[in-house]
C-alpha cells in the first residue's frame, strides 16, 4: 500500500505529517518511505515467482546506502554499474555472490575490484572488454563468470530516446549477430566463464509486447550458442518496468510484464536456466517525495511563475527527459485519499491557477519542475510536495549553482532517521581546500 496520502487536508508518509518533518528537517527535503521500498520489492518477487529469478536491485535508480541496506537485508542483490556503486553495495552489506557488474566502460580499476571480489556476474559490452577482462582474470588466477549484453536492435516505441538502450543507434550491448562469434572465441577459455546473456532495453517500458519480442530473439541467439557446443547457465533479463507516476498508468503493468516474460522463459527454466532481473524505479520511485517551499510567485508576461526553493540540480528529470511528476501542495482543502488522485480535485471555482510554471531558483531556463500546470492558489511559504522521487532525483543530484544538496529522510511508521544530511556551504568547498 502507498504510504503517500492525503488525511483531512494534510500531506502523510506512513503516520508523519509531511510539513512537520519540513519543521523538523528544513527544506527542500527528500522523504522516502521504508514500507513502500519493502512492499515494492516484495511485489516484483510475487510477480516473477514462476521463474524464481535472483532480484538485484538497481543502484543508479536509488544509490543511498542506508536504502540498498535496506533492501539486502530483505534479500536482494545489486545490479552496479560502476566501482563507485560496488563500493555503496559493499558499505551497504551485500554479499558479492548477489552482486551483478553491469556498464559500457568499466576501467581496469573497476573490472579488478570485481574480480578480486568474487561478484556473481561481470556483463561485458564489447570483445575489447572481455579481452581485458580475460587478461585480469588470468593475472588472479581466477575463472570468471561472464555474460554477454546484447543489443538486439529492438527499441520501446514509449521509452524515451535518451533512456532506450536496447537499439541499433545505441551504445549500450553487442550486436545480436557478433554474440555467436564471441562465444565460439572464448568457449573453452580457462579464465572466462562465457555462460550468460544479458538484455536490457531501456526504462521506463510500459508495455509487455517489446518484453516478449527480445526474449524470442534470445531464445534463438541462445539456441545457436549451444548448436556450436556453447553453455548457458544463466540469462539476465534486465528490468525497466514502470513505475506509477500517474493515474495514465495501468495498475497491472508489473503483473502483465511479468505475466509475458515468466511465459517466454520456462522452457528455459525447464532445462535448468538461471534468471536474473534488475528493478530500479518500480520499487523506488513511488517511495519517495521531494518537498520543496514557495519562495516566490511572480507575473510574467503571459503566465504565473511560482519558485521554489528546489531546482533542477536536485531533480533533473522534468527538463532532461520531459518526465511529469505529480506536483502539489502539502495542504489542500479537507482532502482525504491517494496523491495520485488530488488532482482530480482540483478547486473547480476559478480559484485555480491556470498556466502555472512550476521552477526552481538555478540560473538555467531549463530549471523548472513544470510548465503550464494547473494548481490550486498556493501561497508565499507554502510547502509544495513533488511525487515519484524515489527514483534518478537523488541519485542524479549535483551541488550546480554552488547549492547544497538537501537531507534525505526515511520514515517508518512514526519514527523518522536522517539517512543522509543536509550538506553546508563548507562541504561545498571540501575537496577544493
Avoid at 324 to 343: A, L, M, S
Amino acid at each position: 500500500m502507498d504510504t503517500f496520502r492525503y488525511r483531512a487536508g494534510k500531506l502523510y508518509c506512513d503516520d508523519l505529517e509531511i510539513d512537520g518533518l519540513i519543521s523538523q528537517f528544513g527544506s527542500p527535503l527528500f522523504v522516502y518511505s521504508q514500507n513502500n521500498f519493502v512492499e515494492n520489492l516484495e511485489a516484483v518477487r510475487t510477480a516473477f515467482q514462476p521463474i524464481a529469478p535472483m532480484i538485484c536491485f538497481s543502484v543508479k535508480s536509488c544509490s543511498n546506502v542506508n536504502l540498498l541496506r535496506l533492501l539486502v537485508e530483505q534479500g536482494a542483490g545489486l545490479d552496479v554499474v560502476s566501482g563507485g556503486e560496488l563500493y555503496r553495495a559493499l558499505q551497504a552489506g551485500a554479499d558479492p555472490s548477489k552482486i551483478v557488474f553491469a556498464g559500457v566502460g568499466k576501467s581496469v580499476e573497476e573490472l579488478e575490484s570485481a574480480v578480486e571480489l568474487d561478484v556473481f556476474l561481470i556483463n561485458v559490452e564489447s570483445e575489447d572488454e572481455l579481452r581485458r577482462l580475460r587478461g585480469i582474470a588470468e593475472k588472479h588466477q581466477k575463472r570468471v563468470k561472464t555474460g554477454i549484453r546484447i543489443n538486439p536492435d529492438l527499441v520501446d516505441s514509449t521509452t524515451h530516446a535518451k533512456t532506450a538502450t536496447g537499439g541499433r543507434a545505441s551504445k549500450f550491448g553487442v550486436p545480436s549477430i557478433h554474440v555467436p562469434v564471441m562465444f565460439e572465441k572464448f568457449r573453452n577459455d580457462r579464465y572466462i566463464n562465457l555462460s550468460a546473456l544479458h538484455v536490457h532495453l531501456g526504462s521506463p517500458i510500459s508495455t509487455e509486447t517489446v518484453y516478449v519480442e527480445a526474449l524470442r530473439r534470445v531464445y534463438n541467439l541462445i539456441r545457436e550458442v549451444q548448436s556450436m557446443g556453447g553453455r548457458l547457465d544463466t540469462l539476465d533479463f534486465g528490468g525497466g518496468f514502470a513505475a506509477h507516476y500517474d493515474r495514465s498508468m495501468p495498475a497491472d503493468t508489473l503483473s502483465r510484464a511479468s505475466t509475458a516474460i515468466t511465459r517466454e522463459l520456462e522452457p528455459l527454466r525447464r532445462d535448468g536456466v538461471r534468471f536474473i532481473v534488475e528493478p530500479g524505479r518500480v520499487i523506488s520511485a513511488n517511495s519517495g517525495i521531494l518537498v520543496a517551499t514557495v519562495e516566490y510567485i511572480k507575473r510574467g508576461w503571459d503566465k504565473t511563475i511560482v519558485v521554489l526553493d528546489a531546482g533542477m540540480n536536485i531533480l533533473i528529470r522534468p527538463t532532461l527527459y520531459g518526465a511529469k511528476h505529480i506536483i502539489w501542495p502539502t495542504c489542500f482543502q479537507n482532502y482525504y485519499g491517494h496523491w495520485q488522485d488530488v488532482e482530480n480535485e482540483n478547486q473547480r471555482d476559478g480559484s485555480a491557477l491556470s498556466g502555472v510554471d512550476v521552477v526552481g531558483p538555478i540560473c538555467e531556463t531549463g530549471d523548472y519542475f513544470a510548465l503550464n500546470r494547473v494548481l490550486p492558489s498556493v501561497k508565499q511559504g507554502q510547502h509544495i510536495a513533488v511525487f515519484s522521487c524515489g527514483a534518478y532525483a537523488m541519485s542524479m543530484a549535483s551541488q550546480y549553482n554552488s547549492r547544497p544538496r538537501p537531507a534525505e529522510i526515511l520514515v517508518t511508521g512514526s519514527k523518522s532517521a536522517v539517512i543522509r544530511r543536509r550538506e553546508s556551504y563548507s562541504d561545498l568547498v571540501a575537496l577544493e581546500l
